[in-house]
């Protein structure tokens, strides 16, 4: 494998593997629209030799995932406020949470067994304002021990690590919801490693007391999947498959502030990006802060990393957002938004 790495084909290889073993053939046509870049020098060793098509950055897969159970285009706007009700006079939310073993569609025809909250990865992203009291019901339906680690403020027996959820057991979480900020949950149990890139996190926003400004508001959770366990991620994504806003680019109106909730919970690799294209955002790390403190088009983040980001499209057209670290992008994590007049 070491030999595999040094010459820096070893994902090449499973995504080549995945079409001529009969798998799917799905992530072939991203090799070979890859190799084709190669070829025609938008980076790349030059090594890779293969049949020159005329597409030229087209990096995708060919057919569809099945998108009946978990759609990246409905999980990008869906906030879960819980059940709210008033308790001594303040305002509770009450969520569940069930972890469960499933398998999940990460590229056309490649699935991934996961686990995961709610049977979806990322698990549903959670939304309350400060102050306000939260109770988490976690009920365990997988095969192994988990968590929920929030990130926040809480008592030590709320941390989610030293008290372990078996199989078929039940824990619930209680404490207040603060500091505002864009967060995170994730399962604490070890080895957190797996327990991570198995799926088990998921977005947790903590809005201010008097709000932020209207703006269309999407979350996009930066992972990706070790779908060969050789301790490598295969492919990567916003928001779990590879490509999907990409083919099914997120449409925002010309003009509006757009507000994205960006979190990196990829594991194996150190550092994540996320960059938008012909335009800027302003940056508000960990959203804990109501003045941004950047104004740039690239923005890297090392796990657990998050943030908030805001801008505005000045003019019409589909505009790529994708990280910067190319090869995470040519192998799933790039996108597209489409604005409309
Ligand atoms: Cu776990």
New binding site residues.
């Given amino acids: 494998m070491g030999g595999a790495k040094e010459r820096g084909v070893s994902r090449r290889d499973f995504l080549r593997a995945a079409g001529t073993l009969g798998v799917s053939g799905a992530l072939l046509g991203a090799h070979v629209n890859r190799v084709q870049s190669q070829e025609k020098g938008q980076g790349g060793d030059g090594s890779q030799e293969g049949t020159a098509h005329s597409s030229h950055g087209g990096n995708e897969t060919t057919g569809n995932v099945d998108t009946s159970g978990f759609d990246p285009s409905k999980f990008l706007r869906d906030f879960y406020r819980g059940e709210e009700r008033r308790e001594g006079g303040r305002t509770v939310r009450e969520y569940e949470l069930t972890?469960e073993d499933v398998e999940i569609e990460v590229a056309p025809g490649v699935t991934y067994p996961a686990?995961a909250y709610n049977g979806q990865v990322p698990g549903p992203t959670l939304r309350a304002t400060e102050g306000e009291r939260l109770r988490v019901v976690f009920k365990n339906q997988?095969a192994?021990?988990?968590?929920i680690h929030f990130h926040g403020f809480h008592p030590a027996n709320m941390d989610g690590v030293f008290e372990l959820v078996g199989p078929g057991e039940e824990f619930t979480y209680e404490f207040d919801a603060e500091p505002f900020g864009m967060h995170l949950y994730?399962?604490?149990?070890s080895p957190?490693r797996?327990?991570?890139e198995?799926g088990?996190y998921g977005a947790f926003i903590i809005d201010p007391e008097e709000g932020r400004e209207e703006a269309d508001e999407m979350v996009m959770v930066m992972n990706g999947f070790d779908t060969n366990f050789d301790g490598e991620n295969e492919v990567y994504a916003v928001n779990t498959v590879a490509f999907h806003y990409q083919k099914n680019p997120i449409e925002i109106k010309k003009g509006e502030l757009i507000r994205v909730y960006v979190v990196n919970v990829l594991e194996f690799d150190f550092i994540n990006s996320f960059h938008t294209h012909a335009n800027f955002f302003n940056y508000y790390p960990t959203g804990t802060r109501l003045e941004p403190s950047e104004f740039t088009d690239t923005k890297m983040f090392a796990q657990g990393e998050r943030g908030i980001m805001e801008f505005r499209y000045d003019f019409p057209g589909r505009f790529m957002f994708h990280a910067h670290v190319s090869e995470f992008a040519e192998l799933g994590w790039m996108g597209l938004f489409d604005v409309k007049e």
Avoid: Q, S, V, Y
């Fill in positions: 972890a686990w997988g192994h021990p988990h968590t994730h399962c604490h149990t957190l797996k327990h991570i198995k088990l």
